[in-house]
């Protein structure tokens, strides 16, 4: 009998034995399970981070861009506003013009009349000293109207110029062509999102929509389009077809407008 409950005592150590190092190797396990869910969780919670920030500042780049169109939009009423009172500015001195050119006509035709045979319509029994004050005075208005005139053309061909570099510049803004010759540098280069800043803006001609050519040392490294100007700088979009494989644009590089070269 002792031995039998030895034996038993025995078998049940062994089974006990065994069920721990099985309960043992399901806790290691679930602990492996845990940690690898934990691991896959912050993954997760990162890529979502990541993805939340750069839905954020897509958003906001987004909004910028909208700001600006809205900006270029609002200067493109002003303009049309500004070029058209030009417009009326220049219509009104040029009308102005030739009264002055009619007046100094008249003025000039009552003194060679009055020159020739005294001054036309004056009554009888005028003495010549009269009549000599009114042709002097004839002759004084004459020369005011000249003055006057000499004045006016300046004016028109100023308003003249005026309107014709706004009607070039809205021109050239509706066709999104740069000034022939506008070369500058790349300031900075933002890699993530693959676009550059330049030196360049509205001031130097830059439009957005047209193309540019970026050079090194002078060779061709690809194109940038325009996406946005500011008064002394502006944003380009780098064109990687354009790019050879390898090659990135870095600060320091020219750029240089060289006719449309867009499609």
């Given at each position: 009998?002792?031995?039998?409950?030895?034996g038993?005592?025995i078998?049940?150590?062994?089974?006990?034995?065994?069920?721990?190092f099985?309960?043992?190797?399901?806790?290691?396990d679930?602990?492996?399970?845990?940690?690898?869910?934990?691991s896959?969780?912050?993954?997760?919670?990162?890529a979502r981070?990541a993805?939340?920030?750069k839905l954020k500042a897509k958003?906001a780049?987004?909004?910028?861009?909208?700001?600006?169109?809205?900006?270029?939009e609002?200067k493109a009423?002003t303009?049309e506003?500004?070029?058209?009172?030009?417009?009326?500015?220049?219509?009104e001195l040029?009308?102005?013009l030739?009264?002055?050119e009619?007046?100094?006509?008249?003025?000039?035709k009552?003194?060679?009349?009055?020159?020739?045979a005294g001054v036309?319509?004056?009554p009888?029994g005028?003495?010549s000293?009269?009549?000599?004050a009114m042709l002097d005075d004839?002759?004084?208005q004459?020369?005011?109207?000249e003055?006057?005139?000499a004045?006016l053309?300046d004016?028109?061909?100023?308003?003249?110029?005026?309107v014709?570099?706004m009607?070039?510049?809205?021109?050239?803004?509706?066709?999104?062509?740069?000034?022939?010759?506008?070369h500058?540098v790349?300031l900075a280069?933002?890699?993530?999102y693959?676009?550059v800043v330049l030196?360049?803006?509205?001031r130097q001609g830059v439009?957005?929509n047209s193309?540019?050519?970026?050079?090194?040392?002078?060779?061709?490294?690809?194109?940038?389009?325009?996406?946005?100007?500011?008064?002394?700088?502006?944003?380009?979009?780098?064109?990687?077809?354009?790019?050879?494989?390898?090659?990135?644009?870095?600060?320091?590089?020219?750029?240089?407008?060289?006719?449309?070269?867009r499609?």
């Open positions: 009998m002792p031995k039998i409950l030895i038993i005592s078998l049940l150590m062994t089974l006990s034995a065994v069920v721990g099985l309960n043992t190797n399901k806790v290691k679930l602990k492996n399970d845990l940690v690898t869910t934990i896959a969780r912050d993954t997760l919670e990162r981070t993805s939340e920030k958003e780049a987004l909004a910028a861009e909208q700001s600006k169109a809205t900006a270029a609002a009423t303009a506003a500004e070029l058209s009172k030009a417009q009326n500015e220049r219509a040029e009308s102005k030739q009264a002055s009619g007046q100094i006509a008249d003025l000039q009552r003194v060679a009349d009055a020159t020739v036309p319509g004056s009888e005028v003495s000293n009269e009549m000599k004839t002759k004084h004459l020369e005011v109207a003055q006057e005139k004045v053309g004016k028109v061909k100023m308003a003249q110029d005026k014709t570099e009607e070039r510049d809205k021109k050239r803004r509706e066709s999104g062509v740069n000034e022939p010759g506008v500058g790349v280069v933002n890699q993530a693959n676009f030196n360049l803006g509205d439009v957005p193309e540019m050519l970026v050079m090194r040392q002078g060779s061709l490294l690809g194109k940038i389009r325009i996406s946005s100007v500011e008064p002394t700088t502006s944003i380009g979009d780098i064109l990687s077809n354009t790019l050879a494989r390898g090659v990135q644009v870095q600060p320091g590089d020219t750029v240089v407008y060289a006719g449309n070269t499609p």
